[in-house]
């Protein structure tokens, strides 16, 4: 594999005196896409917070772009590359499309030499509708487009790694398809990326590896290729 962006080893976590996280081996390699599937409850969000700051490692090690970052707080590591888009969006209310794109530039990593930033020009290229009601406030679009601009304000942080939890929630599968064919664009760019998708056919065409969540433990991982349903199963469900 080539060299990697994420890793994590024997990482615990969880909520004060509560233990989501059990012992989690986990690895992003440089612009791979990853999935992470898992029932309601498995720990995947908890998972990323964790990965991202919000959280704090309780014991194991986390490094990112080769350098310890488990004591790290979460704007730091936004500047580090790290990026989340969270689950139920959070957009900033009351803000238009723009603004919301534009606060994130404020935490923006600062880009290396070679790499690709993302503009506005660039996300409105991915997103077009997004141009177009770029100067609406964000309660007045649809979910979907919602979606794109949580998607987007995470991509204006010039991350090197984007977490996505649960993009797809409550959407319609049209535009899931398009808020999906997004992947090979920001791929293309070299950042990786890492979804949480409760569709695991989705989950599977859509990433190069997949990594299965059960009660806070991963219970399975490999190539989305050489996995079967039957093994994704027992490792979502943990029945035979
Ligand atoms: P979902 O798809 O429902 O979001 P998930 O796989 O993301 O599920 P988490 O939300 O990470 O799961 O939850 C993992 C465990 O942590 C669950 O047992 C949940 O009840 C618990 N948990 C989640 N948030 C908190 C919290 N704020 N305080 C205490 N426990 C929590």
């Known amino acids: 594999m080539s060299e990697m962006l ?12 509560f233990q989501a996280l059990f012992s989690i081996d986990f690895d992003v390699a440089k612009g791979e896409a990853v999935a992470l599937v898992g029932a309601n409850g498995a720990g995947k969000s908890t998972l990323f917070k964790t990965l991202v700051g919000l959280l704090p490692v309780k014991s194991g ?8 970052i488990a004591a790290m707080p979460a704007h730091t590591l936004s500047r580090q590359g790290l990026a989340l888009v969270p ?11 723009e603004d919301n794109l534009r606060v994130a530039l404020d935490h923006a990593r ?3 030499p070679g790499e690709t930033v993302w503009t506005l020009e660039r996300l409105y290229d991915l997103f077009p509708i997004l141009a177009e009601r770029r ?6 679009l649809s979910g979907g487009q919602q979606q794109m601009v949580a998607i ?3 991509l204006m942080a010039q991350p090197k790694l984007l977490l996505c939890d649960e993009i797809s929630l409550g959407l319609a ?7 999906y064919a997004m992947i090979p664009s920001i791929r293309a760019t070299g950042t990786a990326i890492v979804i949480v998708e409760q569709d695991v056919s989705l989950a599977q065409r859509c990433a190069d590896r997949i990594y299965c969540m059960l009660e806070g433990r991963i219970t399975l991982t490999g190539a989305s290729s050489d996995i079967s349903r039957e093994q994704i199963t027992e490792a979502y469900f943990g029945v035979k």
């Open 152 to 154: 987007g304000r995470a």
């Open 110 to 112: 600062t880009v290396e």
């Open 173 to 179: 599968p049209k535009v899931i398809g398009e808020i």
């Open 6 to 17: 994420l890793k994590a080893r024997a990482l615990c976590g969880g909520y004060r005196d």
């Open 61 to 68: 090690t986390l490094t990112f772009n080769g350098r310890d």
């Open 135 to 140: 100067r609406q406030v964000v309660e007045k």
């Open 87 to 97: 689950e139920g969006r959070r957009l900033f209310k009351g803000l238009t499309v």
